[in-house]
């Protein structure tokens, strides 16, 4: 991927990085360097990422999405070069263990986690073990410990907020169409 012929306009900084779909030619990041310093979003879905080893310092990354790749762990990386991020999705990776997530404790301001169709998320008391090893989340796969969804009023403040809005949204009209599907039978 060249991030950089692909995304830096007239000479700006870039902020928000969406390189969805762009596949990387040895699942790891490449072409992302310490020319974005700046940015708080960062994009990367269905790009075959394999570890995050390789992402450069983003002191100012606020949100990280990583859904629908090959992750399994090596996310102690996050801590030292995203120490901001308040938002992780990473949805459909290859995420089996709870202690594999363990060093998220390290990410003090992450306050939404996204592992819907990760082999973690299919546990025995799954979402309280999340919540017990992360104290810091509020909103896990777009609910919170009470299994509420995030609130319009919350998500209209902040992207981050809103994409878990959208989330748990999208969860709650596949849960409903299960539910009609069942009806039918």
Known sequence: MDFKKNCLLHGEQVVD?????CQSGDGEVEGLTDEYTELEVLSMVN?????????PSLPKLRKLEVSDNIIAGGLDTLAEKCPNLT???LSGNKIKELKTLKVLQNLKNLRSLDLYSCEVSTLEDYRESVFELLPQLTYLDGFDQEDNEVPDSEADGDDVDAAAA???EKRKREAEDEGDDDDDE
Not at 17 to 21: A, I, K, M, R, W
Not at 47 to 55: D, E, R, T
Request: glycine share 10%.
């Open 166 to 168: 959208f989330q748990g």
């Open 17 to 21: 990085l969406l390189v969805d779909n």
């Open 87 to 89: 938002y992780l999705n």
């Open 47 to 55: 790009v075959g990422l394999k570890s995050l080893a390789k992402l």
